[in-house]
């Protein structure tokens, strides 16, 4: 088999039978697509051939690179959109690009180079490490929407650059954390061989001058240490004591200074024991630990972030005439109209007004394959347009869209502190309170036996037995946990899902659009006449898409047009379908029109339909709402925990039966209403059981609201999300699969955690009472002790390949509208 060609632009496979070649560095070169052609015979056109030689692997293809079109450049033209990222100074503008496409050092050379032969340009830097483009220029002789044309002719697609305040923080934060890490460890080596180089063991030819010196550099070298390094715990220190509030940041400034100030009267005196490795040692590691700990919240987050980040700059809205016009996101009113075209983002929450495509929704809900979305059907700003364009209505903005619901749900879940960690918090501040106390004793009672001893054995119980590990043992295997979930679908809006999963033993299920889809599907075809089953379900679809009503949804989308269709409340649908008249509906309906008996309807369950024309009955289709696919695993999952499981639902048809015995659920109650759903949990809660709910209408809310953890489907009620503690964004039961393991894994790590602070801390304390353990071996404890009880945290963010799969999101209307 011939091995394909590759793109000599972007070494992608050169389909065959193509066409496509240009002249570069004297050959004729061979290119997979018009697109990378037209690059290359730009880059040759603009004398900058030298790219090819230079560059280290292939370029970005550019049809994979977002699409720009004219009126989208053109719109960073005007003076307001460009206010936020354009400086102007005198005549000249200058403005950071980020540039996509970047695949090695040649396409620096190659943008810098390209835009430094436009005159208007005085100035084209690009960073490699970060893809920034600084660029001066004069804007009145270049337009910026010429800049991004220019820029994507070689095949490098860029846009504004515009830092996001919360992002630049957490940035700054943790450089200054490094720099503070680096300090602290470049001087504490420094501090620690002028430091050894005074010990017993290593001066035997030391002059009593160069043991002062080497004294006072100890000293200067851990000063920066102290005053810089560990400035955020003396800021912590005395904040907790304005607030009265005891942490582990005290702890630490009264060790750290005790062991400087010592270390100070050593240095001038000569007496005692100089410890300033110690203090460096100690700073370093507890700032090693924070640093860990703050990147893992980062990671647990990075989701939130990324869903601020989802929605476009900009859009296009559809005129009363038609035209469509690019306009702001901020410009966009409530019942617009967009248009929104294949590989675009959905500006909006909205409606399907026209046109049908799949919708990428990954980021949302972990599904990787993207949903069928027809006219009618709800879809989610930050989303994806796959594969045609779509008009959509408008129908929340801004804060009231399902995004920023799921990000305000998100930050409330994280701020709440459930009781697991609220009791390790109380245990900290009394574990420490009583230290400082028995640590001034021991003090004392060193200071009767050996007033030499006495301050240093004080200084290894305060850094040994500081409760850094006790602190983090349960927040960051919580917030580790939250974080995991939300990525696999689960959204947990209050602190306490994941404490309060380990104790339920009854879980309660609503059915329809809970153990079962929600929707009416097209299950068996039965024709009575001469036509196939497809032509019928053709026919029916036809005259359905003219029709509001949840049935027709179930047929699906046809090429067949219906015409003066109309609708008969309660009876069916009639209209024309090209020669033929047709009615849909119940039975004495649609044989009315052919004045034939009623056919014998099929002996099955289900919702049953008869399709007709003017000369006989065509077909009988079935219509059911199928159990979703996971509920079976949902149920054994239960019943391997051992709980019992109840199916309590409002419908009165025997489908409540059937599906209970078909799920072996352990009891089933149909015909309910809100009230009588209430006093079952009232019941089961007064009998002593911990009840999971989880449902999804409005009829459900008082249990929701009732139970110990409550759960809503992601395609719930807003009402009943709001009462939910917990949203099944995925619309997928094996969410909460997955959430039980983790509940479980989650309070097996917090044990484990609380049972090594707590063993480490019960340790540590007599052996530095009795003076076996220095201060520099105390802070190496402590430290490793805090980075085990993080690094443990973090197997909560493994996921078993080919167990946890990815799971759709069903989205029939916004989260909250």
Known sequence: MNTPTPCYHCALPVPRGSRFTAVVLGNTREFCCPGCQAVAQAIVAGGLEGYYVHRSEASTNPRVLPAAAADEQALYDRPDVQAPFVHHDEDLAETTLLIEGISCAACGWLIERHLRTLSPVVEARLNLSNHRLQLRWNDTALPLSQVLHELRSIGYAA????????????AQENRRSLRQMAVAGLLWVQAMMATMATWPEFNADLSPEMHTILRWVAMFLTTPIVFYSCMPFFKGALRDLRTRHLTMDLSVSLAIGMAYLA???????????????????????????????????????AATAQLVNLLPASCLRLEKNGQSERILLSELQPNDHVLVLPGAVLPADGCIVAGQSSIDESLLTGEYLPQPRFIGDAVTAGTLNIESALTVEVLALGHETRL????????????????????ADSVAQWFLLMT????????????QLEPDRAFWIVLAMLVATCPCALSLATPTALTTATGTLHRLGLLLT??????????????????????????????????????????????????????????????????LNAEQVTSVPGLGLEGHVATRRLRIGQPAFVCALSGSPVPPMPDESGQWLLLGNQQQALAWLVLDDRLRDDAAMLIEACRQRGWKTLLLSGDSSPMVASVAAQLQIDEARGSLQPDDKLKVLQQLRAQGHKVLMLGDGVNDVPVLAAADISVAMGSATDLAKTSADAVLLSNRLQALVQAFDLARRTRRIIIE????????????????ALGWITPLWAAAGMSV?????????????????????????????????
């Not at 846009?159 to 957490?170: F, G, K, V």
């Open 263 to 301: 270390g100070i009267w050593t240095a001038i005196t000569g007496n005692g024991e100089l410890y300033f490795d110690a203090v460096g040692m100690f700073a370093l590691f507890l700032l090693a630990g924070r640093y860990l700990e703050r990147r893992a919240r980062e990671r647990t987050a």
């Open 436 to 447: 400082l106390i028995f640590a001034a004793a021991i003090g004392l009672v060193w200071w």
């Open 404 to 423: 920023s619901a799921i990000v305000r749900l998100l930050e409330r879940a994280q701020s709440q502190k459930p009781r697991a960690a609220q009791i």
């Open 753 to 768: 955690n609380l049972l090594w602070a707590g063993l480490y801390n019960g340790l540590m304390l007599p052996f530095a």
């Open 785 to 817: 002790s805090s980075l085990i009880v993080v690094l443990n945290a973090l197997r909560l963010t493994r996921v078993k390949a080919g167990h946890y799969l990815p799971v759709p999101l069903d989205v029939q209307q916004p989260l909250f509208t």
């Open 159 to 170: 846009h504004p650059y515009q830092a996001d305040q919360h992002t630049e923080r957490l």
């Open 494 to 559: 209050r602190g306490h899902v994941l404490e309060g999963l380990n104790r339920i033993d009854t879980v309660i299920f609503d059915k329809t659009g809970t153990l079962t889809e929600g929707r009416l599907t097209l299950r068996a075809v039965r024709t009575l006449g001469s036509l196939s089953s497809e032509e019928c379900v053709g026919l029916a679809a036809a005259l359905e898409s003219h029709s509001e009503h949840p049935i027709a949804r179930a047929f699906g989308f046809t090429p």
